[in-house]
């Protein structure tokens, strides 16, 4: 946790204002950091939750967004608990596999709520930017 708030504030305090210029004259770019920014911190726990992005990428990417501290630090700090879970289930059942073991149902179940989750991120992101298109259009 502290790694990823170190990485989110050196984002935030040294590259931030070089790269918001940057997505700011790219509309694609634009609508998918003003998704992010509505969203907050339920874009942050789910991609905590299950991503196939990494936390350090993660983590300077939220520190270019407008995402507060102090929520990003707390959904974070709560949502990366579960992750590590996550990480050990996904070795446990490549381990089976790899050992031709049976997955029991409890597995199944895991690995069913980790891919909703990532497609949960993915809609309220896509959700957003739609959004912003209509919004445009108009």
Same mark, same amino acid.
């Given at each position: ?20 210029t940057y997505i700011d004259a790219r509309p694609h770019l634009r609508s998918i950091a003003a998704a992010v920014d509505e969203e ?8 905590? =939750?299950?991503? *196939?992005? *990494? ?6 990417? =939220? ?7 102090? *929520? ?40 069913g709520v980790g891919l909703i989750s990532l497609v949960c991120a993915a809609m309220l992101v896509v959700r957003r930017i739609r ?8």
């Amino acid at each position: 946790m502290f790694g990823g708030i170190l990485a989110f504030l050196l984002a935030r305090h040294l590259f931030s204002a070089r790269l918001q210029t940057y997505i700011d004259a790219r509309p694609h770019l634009r609508s998918i950091a003003a998704a992010v920014d509505e969203e907050g911190w339920r874009v942050v726990a789910l991609l905590r =939750f299950a991503s *196939p992005v *990494p936390n350090a990428v993660q983590n300077y990417v =939220f520190g270019l967004t407008r995402i507060d501290f102090l *929520p990003f630090a707390i959904t974070t700090f709560l949502f990366t608990i579960p992750q590590v879970m996550l990480y050990v289930y996904l070795g446990s059942t490549g381990r089976a596999v790899l050992l031709d073991e049976n997955l029991s149902t409890f597995n199944r179940v895991l690995l069913g709520v980790g891919l909703i989750s990532l497609v949960c991120a993915a809609m309220l992101v896509v959700r957003r930017i739609r959004r912003d298109a209509v919004w445009r259009r108009q």
